[in-house]
């Protein structure tokens, strides 16, 4: 029987546990606190993150990072994207040398534009072959709760990505395989600034057209900056890039849209901060994602203004009047 250790026990480290354990995998999930692994194998129920979500039997939770390694097949990261430089080098020495390690994260290390993937590369010390990533339009309670839904398994080497699809494909959760790690991350990460802007736009009270305009050209823009880093294009119009762009954009549950949305409404950058009580990745990945564009010469004029929104002081009016200012262009897809 294939053994899964999920580090992070937030919203999607916890439900992608049960996902695993649904599909037959064993699995321990590790938390920070001790209230929440109690709550997880007592009651069964995350009462933080997943409050009145049924957790199955078979399902452990831990506090002991030793005890959730310790002979893992699979190792699946659920860790905010900034913190996980530090997590993995707490965990580094408990790994085990032949696991694969499966970035679930959606985000770009800020200060060094690194991919999660690579951070677990310099960090571990793991060749491409044992990291993988798990990408997809999937919001944490709709999967819980056992609704359809998809995801890609992405990995250099096909056979670890087709071991983690077996590990993790269930009735309700359809797995793919992809071997492009590049476009599997930075749809997920980029797509969180985009769904910053559309939330903003939702707040500020505009509809379907602002929300549709902003998701067409924030995938060009995310397919710009993929075709720089080597990205296939393909992945860009598969799950992992617009499945997720439109599933996170569109939902009232997702951190992001919820985080602009807020903003658009009028609360302040440190208001919003304060009513946001899970990660949303986007906030620092925009200014990461900035200057991975700046470093390669792309254009991104979304990310842009969500980064300056976001980072430095700019106002909502002055990013959407700097957007909708911009020289006519042709249209092209990625251009
Ligand atoms: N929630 C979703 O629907 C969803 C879906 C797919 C991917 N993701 C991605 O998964 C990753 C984890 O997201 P999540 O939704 O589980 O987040 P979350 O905020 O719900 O949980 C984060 C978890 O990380 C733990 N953690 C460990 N070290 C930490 C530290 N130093 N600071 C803060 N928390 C720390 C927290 O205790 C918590 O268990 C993100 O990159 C996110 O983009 C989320
Ligand atoms: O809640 P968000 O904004 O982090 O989005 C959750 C997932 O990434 C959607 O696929």
Request: net charge negative.
């Amino acid at each position: 029987m294939t053994r899964a250790a999920v580090m992070g026990a937030g919203s999607w480290g916890t439900t992608f546990a049960k996902v695993l354990h649904d599909a037959g995998t064993e699995v321990v999930v590790c938390a920070r606190r001790p209230e929440i692994a109690e709550a997880i194998n007592e009651r069964r129920e995350n009462t933080d993150y997943l409050p009145g979500v049924d957790l199955p039997e078979g399902l452990r939770a831990t506090v002991d990072p030793a005890e959730a390694l310790t002979g893992a097949d699979i190792v699946a990261l659920a860790v905010p994207s900034q913190t996980l430089r530090d997590n993995l080098a707490a965990w580094r020495p408990l790994l085990p040398p032949d696991a694969v390690l499966v970035s679930l994260m959606k985000g770009i290390e800020l200060g060094t534009g690194r991919r999660m993937s690579e951070v677990i590369a310099e960090t571990t010390g793991a060749s491409a072959d044992r990291i993988a990533v798990v990408g997809g339009p999937n919001l944490a309670r709709e999967i819980a709760t056992a609704q359809p839904g998809a995801a890609v398994a992405a990995c250099s080497d096909e056979d670890a990505a087709r071991r983690i699809q077996a590990a993790c494909m269930t009735p309700y959760f359809r797995v793919y395989t992809n071997t492009d790690v590049v476009g599997c991350e930075l749809g997920g990460a980029v797509k969180n600034v985009i769904a910053l802007c559309v939330g903003i736009a939702f707040g500020l009270g505009f509809g379907d057209s602002t929300r549709a305009l902003l998701m067409t050209r924030g995938l060009a823009e995310i397919a710009r900056l993929g075709a720089a880093l080597g990205a296939d294009e393909h992945t860009f119009a598969g799950l992992a890039g617009l499945g997720d762009l439109v599933g996170t954009c569109s939902s009232p549950l997702s951190r992001n849209r919820t985080f602009g949305e807020n903003l658009g409404r009028g609360m302040t950058l440190e208001q919003t901060i304060a009513v946001t009580r899970q990660t949303a990745e986007g906030v620092k990945s925009s200014e990461a994602v900035l200057e991975l564009a700046r470093k390669y010469g792309v254009e991104m004029p979304i990310t842009e203004v969500v980064a300056a929104v976001m980072h430095h002081g700019m106002s909502i009016s002055e990013a959407a009047s700097l957007l909708m200012s911009r020289s006519p262009k042709p249209e092209r897809y990625g251009v």
